[in-house]
């Protein structure tokens, strides 16, 4: 499996919402973009600037319930 390189946000936020994930209305703080689904309890949170860096990434895919190889191909 290829590893995780740092990402543009904008294409992050199009593959989590090909998975389900919506953004919550505007609240309070403008560092992260947060993310809800209907069908999965919790948030994923996404960080407002350029780029995700990989640990970042990671951890995003964890939170929404992803797999690598799953946000790969929502990636695309």
């Known amino acids: 499996m290829p ?3 740092p990402l543009p946000t904008k294409r ?4 989590l919402a090909r998975a ?3 953004l919550r209305p505007y609240k ?3 560092g992260h973009y947060v993310l809800v689904n209907r069908d999965q309890p ?4 996404v960080p ?4 995700v860096r990989k640990g970042t990434l990671a951890q ?3 939170s929404a319930g992803l797999t690598q ?8």
């Open 28 to 30: 309070k703080g403008k």
């Open 12 to 15: 992050v936020l199009k593959a």
């Open 69 to 76: 190889n799953q946000f790969r191909r929502l990636y695309r």
């Open 48 to 51: 407002r600037h350029g780029t």
């Open 3 to 5: 590893k995780l390189k």
């Open 20 to 22: 389900g994930w919506d």
């Open 42 to 45: 919790g948030i994923v949170t």
């Open 60 to 62: 995003i895919i964890k």
